[in-house]
């Protein structure tokens, strides 16, 4: 199952990503992103990519294990 990688020194708490798929994606009380799932479910892929791809920062990526 894929899974979501974080580079939170480059995430700027712009929250497209919490936009795009918020059963995934939250924002922490510092503004960083957080990770609510542990694998990224089949289902929810297009949501996840949708979000990797509205993040300014480039801060998320996903990594096929
Ligand atoms: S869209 Fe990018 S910069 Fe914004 S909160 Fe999500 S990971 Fe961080």
């Known amino acids: 199952m894929a899974v979501i990688a974080v580079d ?11 936009v795009a798929a918020p059963h995934v ?5 510092a503004g ?3 990770i609510l799932v542990d694998g990224v479910d089949p ?3 297009e949501a996840v990519t949708d979000a990797i791809a509205a993040c300014p920062a480039g801060a998320l990526r996903l990594e096929e294990s």
């Open 8 to 18: 939170l020194g480059k995430c700027q708490g712009y929250a497209n990503c919490v």
């Open 25 to 29: 994606f939250d924002l922490s009380e």
């Open 32 to 34: 960083k992103v957080e």
């Open 43 to 45: 289902a929810d892929r």
